[in-house]
Structures are given as C-alpha cells and as structure tokens.
C-alpha cells in the first residue's frame, strides 16, 4: 500500500523558515517524480514544486520561486521542501504528491494527508 | 503554461447524474488532464487520467460510476448514480514542463 507521511508543519513568524518533510513507503521511491501541492485555508489546490526521480530536475511555482526548495533523499525514502523567507499567504495545509512517471510530466495519483504550515506574528 | 477553467458548483439529486467540465486554454487543447476528489476534511484522492481522445484510465478502486470523456479543449467528468459520499470539490490538473496546474475546482451538491 502506497503511504505518503508529511511532517514539520507548525506556526512561524513572517520572515521565518519551515523544513517540510514527507516519507514515502509501499512502493519503490525513486521510480517516481513527487511534488508538493498546498491549500490555503477554504482554498483550491496549487501546485508548490516539483522533482524528478533523482533530483537532477525541479520546478517551482511563481509564488515560491527564490524561496523555496526542493530535494530528496532516495536511500531514505524521503521528500524534503526548505521554506524561507515565509509570508502569511504561505500559510497552507501542504501535501506530498506522488506523479506516475519519473520524470514527473504525468498526473498525480497519490497524496498525503498533509502537514499544515501558519504564518503568523 | 496551461490555465484549466472549472464552475464553481454544480448539483443534482441523489441517484441522477452530474457531469462536471474542466476547459484548457488556447493552445493546450490536446493536453492530458487527470481528475481527483476532495471529500469535506479529507486529503485529495486521483480518480483518473483523461486523453483528449476521450480515453481514460481510473485509479485503483475508483467506482464505476465515474467515467471520463472529452471533446476538443472540454475535458468532462460524469458521476452516475449520484451518492451522498459523492458530494465533494473536484479539481482537474495537468502539466507541462517543470510544472503543474490545478483548475479552481467545482463543488458538488447531493440534492
């Protein structure tokens, strides 16, 4: 069974920086481009970023562009998301997606239930 | 970079039918769409892949009232048998290089 874990969500001051973590399991991890994917409160989906199975390609939203950083650690199974100078329109519940393919030009077809992150004075 | 365009709602009663749209921008009405469903409180769940050919391909467990078609930059979801435990917001995605896109979402009301 596929199994996505988010973690390292919590309340951080504006200006401040959150490591977001998400471990993988039920499936060989590196086969598979991940990404991650936020919903502000009462809010659609919008897609954060995303990397290819080795790390060797990564892409960002306008939004999180500077800011943001992707990465991954296959010995580990894990997915990484490095959020600096953060913003109150930052604050988001925070899902780790997987897509079908490992490069990562494909849907996604497995999520996890998300770590939340709030940006507050 | 593509723009996907959903309503914003859309409802029917319980046993009908509702299809849901999700329209590409110009230029990407070829493009591949994948659909998912959030239930109130719960995380996203993928229910298919969608061609513009109208072929799809559903998610492990994904009921058979749901299926998938498309015609030219409309890419439609139809529920069948509509279920209380069908009312949620359901989102398009695609993609291209290096990114991702999600449409605004349409929620659904069970009547």
């Known amino acids: 069974e596929v199994q996505l874990v988010e973690s390292g969500g919590g309340v951080i001051r504006p200006g401040g920086s959150l490591r977001l973590s998400c471990t993988a399991s039920g499936f060989t991890f590196d086969d598979y481009a991940m990404s991650w994917v936020r919903q502000a409160p009462g809010k659609g989906l919008e897609w954060v970023s995303g990397i290819n199975w080795n790390g060797g390609t990564t892409g960002y939203a306008d939004s999180v562009k500077g800011r943001f950083t992707i990465s991954r650690d296959n010995a580990k199974n894990s997915l990484f998301l490095q959020m600096n100078s953060l913003r109150a329109e930052d604050t988001a519940l925070y899902y780790c997606a997987r897509q079908t393919s490992y490069g990562g030009k494909s849907e996604t077809d497995y999520w996890g239930q998300g770590t939340l992150a709030t940006v507050s004075s | 970079q593509p723009v996907l365009t959903q309503s914003s709602s859309a409802s029917a009663s319980l046993g009908s039918s509702v299809k849901l749209t999700c329209t590409l921008s110009s230029g990407h009405n070829s493009y591949i769409i994948a659909w998912h469903q959030q239930q109130p409180g719960k995380a996203p769940r993928y229910l298919m892949k969608l061609e513009g050919s109208g072929s799809y391909n559903k998610g492990s467990g994904v009921p058979d009232r749901f299926s998938g078609s498309s015609s030219g930059a409309d890419r439609y979801l139809t529920i069948s048998n509509l279920q209380s435990e069908d009312e949620a917001d359901y989102y398009c995605?695609?993609?291209?290089?290096?990114?991702?896109?999600f449409g605004t979402g349409t929620k659904v009301t069970v009547l």
């Open positions: 995605e695609t993609w291209d290089t290096n990114t991702h896109v």
